[in-house]
């Protein structure tokens, strides 16, 4: 069974993107992917400014990517780039850190004048670690999500489009293991 990981590089604790991150995750376990989701604002803040790879919680976020067959990476939009703090993560990875790997890059983001941040900020990013095969990338307007307490409710506008990207997912996962 493919492991995949949801990596949500937000620095809030009532993001939106982390909360799509977890509604990514739970669908990929309806399709028997084994999921897991590692927000990087839990991490320590020294040791991953400082780029501590031998402190123990980096250490096991960073063997956590390298265990995965799939990435998830989702952030929020900001300057018309994704978060710094996903960013100060990727770059704490080898060089070929995604390699063998496929990847599935969401931004969340007020406005589609941000929508291009994930074709010309992320992927170049996510191409220099050597990703196997990066999946067509998914930009969610946050006027796309409501909340039902704590679940996101993704309005149709976008919800089969998001549907569609993670079925494209599973099958890269499951043509090129």
Same mark, same amino acid.
């Given at each position: 069974?493919?492991?995949?990981?949801?990596?949500?590089?937000?620095?809030?604790?009532?993001?939106?993107?982390?909360?799509?991150?977890?509604?990514?995750?739970?669908?990929?376990?309806?399709?028997?992917?084994?999921?897991?989701?590692?927000?990087?604002?839990?991490?320590?803040?020294?040791?991953?400014?400082?780029?501590?790879?031998?402190?123990?919680?980096?250490?096991?976020?960073?063997?956590?990517?390298?265990?995965?067959?799939?990435?998830?990476?989702?952030?929020?939009?900001?300057?018309?780039?994704?978060?710094?703090?996903?960013?100060?993560?990727?770059?704490?990875?080898?060089?070929?850190?995604?390699?063998?790997?496929?990847?599935?890059? $969401?931004?969340?983001?007020?406005?589609?004048?941000?929508?291009?941040?994930?074709?010309?900020?992320?992927?170049?990013?996510?191409?220099? $670690?050597?990703?196997?095969?990066?999946?067509?990338?998914?930009?969610?307007?946050?006027?796309?999500?409501?909340?039902?307490?704590?679940?996101?409710?993704?309005?149709?506008?976008?919800?089969?489009?998001?549907?569609?990207?993670?079925?494209?997912?599973?099958?890269?996962?499951?043509?090129?293991?």
């Amino acid at each position: 069974m493919s492991k995949v990981l949801v990596v949500s590089g937000s620095p809030s604790p009532s993001s939106k993107t982390e909360l799509i991150g977890d509604h990514v995750a739970r669908r990929l376990a309806e399709y028997e992917w084994h999921t897991g989701h590692l927000r990087v604002r839990t991490l320590p803040a020294e040791p991953l400014l400082g780029a501590d790879v031998s402190h123990p919680a980096i250490a096991r976020a960073l063997e956590q990517v390298a265990r995965a067959d799939g990435i998830v990476l989702a952030t929020p939009t900001y300057k018309a780039s994704f978060s710094g703090l996903l960013k100060t993560f990727l770059d704490l990875l080898p060089q070929a850190g995604f390699t063998h790997k496929a990847v599935l890059p $969401l931004a969340t983001g007020g406005s589609v004048a941000h929508l291009l941040v994930l074709d010309y900020a992320l992927r170049p990013v996510v191409h220099s $670690l050597g990703a196997r095969h990066v999946v067509q990338s998914f930009f969610l307007l946050d006027k796309h999500v409501e909340f039902q307490g704590n679940e996101p409710r993704i309005l149709p506008e976008s919800a089969g489009k998001l549907d569609d990207v993670i079925e494209q997912f599973c099958k890269s996962l499951i043509t090129n293991p």
